[in-house]
């Protein structure tokens, strides 16, 4: 238990030392709480045996090694455990980059260290240290409050209890209104906390060890996958059962037509398809992560590429965020000397909570031009003693100083909002009333000036006798401070990229309508009109969703409208990504198809709202996500319909030839083989595919589009017939011309590899023809060619692989034959690409 009386003052005002808290972190521990069980690798190998065709497969070689087939079960068996190592490697690397861009987005706190503010990882909190809060931060330790301005804090995870509630600071005793937990966020206010518990010992740990067993969950992509998979899996399984019936109908050994069979369904049945997308989804994300998009959920990414709305924040995304003053208007003149009265610039030190170095950008350039001694000075001199925080609804912040036996009250924010609290003005030095004529003066002077995309700020103060007095009426208005915010030069041509894209930028800003339209015009947004929160509040839901479309900004916008603009957008079938950074921006990113948030200025409130954070807060880097996000799905639609049209073909080429009277033309050995060299690298270098320029250059695809449309059929369709009839062909006329059954057998089983290699080239686009994309452009897709040219080879010219394999060398004539048959379906699949149209004109 923490004695409040003797805690050391010094403790409160300066935090622990860094010495202290490295060796409270070793006694300790570091503030995290116990994750759900891994799998071991054992585990995870074992995994990869639980499928009910292996095991056939497995028992069936055992049975065929007792009657005397001893290479051929052992190698059956190598090959399986080859694959069980393949797949466990790759969920490893799937692990792996997920568990990278985990720890991208792991929260940081703000603490007293050594006297300094200091953001840390807040899994590096420590009992006793000094935990600063503020609106959005979520609390990551238990602690008590030690100082607090109007801190109101959610609790609703612990509790249940949605309404926030409002915290004390202990004076002396400890009660529930000063204690603050884990896991709770703070909706309101500011405080200083003394951490008293960390991880597993805090109440959120207490609840989390019991229920540390985390389940994961599906992508919706992988559940219509695993539904496609189930499907083919049933339909192969019966073409294979027909096989074995048809073989053994023929007179060929059960066993051996088992083994086929069998060898068949696993080398054609799509079962590890979820498992690769997968991989290729967090290997994505992580490359979006390197490129400052990181993705907090894996399903986002199937949804960026079907955004067609993206309702962006202005400051920071749209524009740098490095406000400088470029005019004061004071005394009803405009001046860009910076020359400004001792008055107006008290308020300006006053009324902010930045150090030059540190804090947000606005008020940072409001004292950066200011001497260090003369901040400090009166600071000192004018104490603070309460203050009114800045939210993004009441657009002001008010603070109150005591000086002698006066108080002074010093207002700024927006212009309208401070012009309506103020009754006054200072004109030359002197006090007068301030008409309504004369508010509509200094209005039209904002809007002036906000025409030239200027950000503009009102002061306003009053010295009062008691603090009776000090609330935010009556005040005296001091005058304007303009401020420029450079404009992030690769917006424009994200916004370009949009328009292209059949993505429709929106602004939705706080700042003022007209400062709002200049930015837009000047990154050269879609015409549209403007509309601010005053508008929305007269206006239906209905009417909003008739409307929402056309308007391509929304000013002096309060947070929680925009939920309401999603909602609208969602009713027209639109896909919104939205992006926000405080508190009250988290119930919109939530309902936003894509809730995106600010990696730099963004609360931790909204982060973990967000299916996305951008670590570097810009608007481009959203707009190359919705590019990465493209891509990925298409780079998934690739492999799966190259391992869909292979593992067609080689089902049909056995059920055929036997339909046809011939024996099995590819043995149980040549089919796992293939399995192993077409089914695993080419596909996965088919997902490392680098997104195509044309991708930004069609709209959309469609909400609800599934993965494989008619288009992708058809493509599947024809190829897989071709890559059959080149097999079959092969095969039937050399055991027509030859009748020695290895021989065609050899034919059949190289054409067949080379041409699903090939199939795997041409696949890399659906509609680039492969000259036009670059031949070798793929490094992975190079090594994985040259890789399962290698693993054939082999099984053709070391003559203890082709011995087991009942392999033949092939005459100089047959490679050609060989070659040219191969490469018919890749030439079908290039010339079809010039043809072909998608159904949707894409
Ligand atoms: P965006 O929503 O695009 O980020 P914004 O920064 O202008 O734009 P808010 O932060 O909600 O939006 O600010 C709204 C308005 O409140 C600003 O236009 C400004 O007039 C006023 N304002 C901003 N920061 C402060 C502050 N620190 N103190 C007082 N008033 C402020």
Partial sequence: MIDLKNLRQELIESGLTTQEAEEKLKQFGKNELPEGRKETLLQKFINQFKNFLIIILIFASIISAFFGEFVDSIVILAIVILNAILGVIQEQRAENALEKVKKLTSPTSTVLRDGKITKIPSNEIVPSDILLLEAGDKVQADGIVVKEVSLFVDESMLTGESVPVKKNSCLGEITEDCKVYMGTTVVKGKARVLVTETG???????????????????????VQLDNIGKLLGILFLIVSAIIFMLGWLRGGKILDMLLTSVSLAVAAIPEGLPAVVTIVLAI??????????VIRNLPAVETLGAVTYICTDKTGTLTQNKMKIVAVFEDGKINSELNISERLKRAMILCNDAEKDRGDPTEIALIDFIDDKEIREVRSKFERISEIP??????????????????????????????????????DSKIVELSIEKKQELLKIVEENAAKGLRILAFADKIIPNLHEATEENLVFLGFVMMKDPLRMEVKDAIDKCRSAGIRPVMITGDHPITAYAIAKELDFPEGEVLTSSDLE???????????????????????DKLRIVEALQKKNEVVAMTGDGVNDAPALKKA???VSMGLTGTEVAKEASDMV????????LVSAVFQGRTIFENIRKFIVYLLSCNIAEVMIMFFALLLGYPPPLLPLHLLWLNLVTDSFPALALGMEKGEEDLMKKPPRRKKEPILTRYHYGIIITQSIAITLSTLLGFILSYKRTGNLDEARTIAYMVLVISELLRAYSGRSFEGYLFKIGVFSNMFMNFSFVFGIILLLATIYVPQLRFIFKNTLPTVLESLDILLLAFIPFVISEVSKIIRKDEYGR
Avoid: C, W
């Fill in 593 to 595: 198809d894509i809730g």
């Fill in 200 to 222: 597993i010992n805090t109440q959120l740990g207490k609840i989390a060890t019991k229920i540390s067993e985390t389940k994961k969950e599906k992508t919706p992509l992988e």
């Fill in 390 to 427: 800045f939210t993004s609804e009441s657009k002001r912040m008010t603070t109150i100083h005591k000086f002698g036996n006066e108080y002074l009250v010093v207002s700024k924010g927006a212009s309208e909002v401070i012009l309506e609290l103020s009754k006054f003005a200072k004109i």
């Fill in 284 to 293: 994505g994300v992580f490359e979006m992560a390197k490129r400052n998009a």
């Fill in 614 to 621: 951008l670590l570097d807060d810009n608007f481009a880097t």
């Fill in 538 to 560: 007269n206006i239906s839901d209905d009417e909003l969703t008739k409307i929402v479309e056309n308007v391509s900004i929304f000013a002096r916008i309060n947070p929680l």
